[in-house]
Nanobody, 115 residues
Framework: QVQLVESGGGLVQPGGSLRLSCAAS????????MSWYRQAPGKQRELVAR???????NYADSVKGRFTIARDNAKNTVSLQMNSLKPEDTAVYYC?????????WGEGTQVTVSS
């Protein structure tokens, strides 16, 4: 079974940048849609960005123009480059992979944007 492990979270000042990475084990990574979600305290988990196996990308309106999702099927990784970070981007960020039949979650990585 595929497992997902996130890395790259941390504390950053407003306007700064962070790059999150998600490493997947398993040989069928390339067939999965990969997504990044986030959950802030007291709020529901929300979709941040998604990239399909064919490379179609969607972003939440709140991050368009600031975040970039990318995947490397040869390395079984998906990344989220986050620029111009705002305090409201503070959340636990989760990597998700799956298809119509299953959905796999990583354990999450904390991103805190604060001065």
């Amino acid at each position: 079974q595929v497992q997902l492990v996130e890395s790259g979270g941390g504390l950053v000042q407003p306007g700064g940048s962070l790059r999150l990475s998600c490493a997947a084990s398993g040989s069928i990574f390339g067939a999965y849609t990969m997504s990044w979600y986030r959950q802030a305290p007291g709020k529901q988990r929300e979709l941040v960005a998604r990239i399909t196996s064919s490379g179609i990308i969607n972003y939440a309106d709140s991050v368009k123009g600031r975040f970039t999702i990318a995947r490397d099927n040869a390395k079984n990784t998906v990344s989220l480059q986050m620029n111009s970070l705002k305090p409201e981007d503070t959340a636990v960020y989760y990597c998700n992979g799956g298809n119509a039949y299953l959905s796999i979650w990583g354990e999450g990585t904390q991103v805190t944007v604060s001065s």
